[in-house]
Every structure is written in structure tokens, then in C-alpha cells.
């Protein structure tokens, strides 16, 4: 069975750092989509990072690209997303996403069987 488990959330000032980490469980193939999500109050959930294991192939969100990276650490099975030059407007619950298809429509929440609790980011001005 699949479990993600998001963590590394918490309260930070406009231009500040985080990293996000989600361990993840039960995951028996070594070529999967792996992703960040993010979803603000009243707000549909959006993809920040995406990436592939299998092809490498990684898609970033336009207004994060350049200062979220999104990577793996393969020893922990985790999955990583640094944070840097944060925004208010990143205010938001962050999910770790997977699915075990390469996805038709990468930035499409739809496409990923498998989600994380989610862990809240604060970013205040």
C-alpha cells in the first residue's frame, strides 16, 4: 500500500527558505511521476513541481520557476521541494502527489492517484 507523508510546513517571512519533505511508502515501481501540489482557501489545488523518475522529465509552475526545486532523495525514498525567495502568495497547504502512469497532463491534479496529508506554509509580509 502507498503512503505519502508530507512534513517541513511552518511560518516563515516574505523571502525566507523552506524545504518540504515527503516520505513516501509501498512504492514498488522505480518510474513514476512524482509532484508538489499547493492549495490556498478557496482555491482549486495547483501544481508547483512535477517530475518523472523514470525519463527525468521535470515541469515547474511559472510563477515558481527558479526558486523552488524540486528533487529526490533516493536512500530516504523521499521526495524534496526547496523553497527559496518565498511570497506571501505562497501561502497554501502543500501535498506530495504520485502516480505510477507517465501523465497525460502533468500540471492536472487529476492525473495522480496518490497524495500526502499535506503540510501548511505561512508566509507573512
Known amino acids: 500500500q502507498v503512503q505519502l507523508v508530507d512534513s517541513g510546513g511552518g511560518l516563515v517571512e516574505s523571502v525566507g527558505s523552506l524545504m518540504l519533505t515527503c516520505a513516501a511508502s509501498g512504492v514498488l515501481s522505480i518510474s513514476v511521476s512524482l509532484g508538489w501540489f499547493c492549495q490556498a482557501p478557496g482555491k482549486k489545488r495547483e501544481a508547483v513541481a512535477v517530475?518523472?523518475?523514470?525519463?527525468?522529465?521535470?515541469y515547474y509552475s511559472d510563477s515558481e520557476k527558479g526558486r523552488f526545486t524540486i528533487s529526490r532523495d533516493n536512500t530516504k525514498n523521499t521526495l524534496l521541494l526547496q523553497m527559496n525567495d518565498l511570497k506571501p502568495e505562497n501561502t497554501a497547504v502543500y501535498y506530495c502527489a504520485m502516480d505510477p502512469h507517465y501523465p497525460t497532463d502533468w500540471y492536472s491534479a487529476n492525473e495522480y492517484r496518490y497524495w500526502g496529508q499535506g503540510t501548511q506554509v505561512t508566509v507573512s509580509s
Open positions: 517530475v518523472h523518475t523514470g525519463t527525468r522529465d521535470t
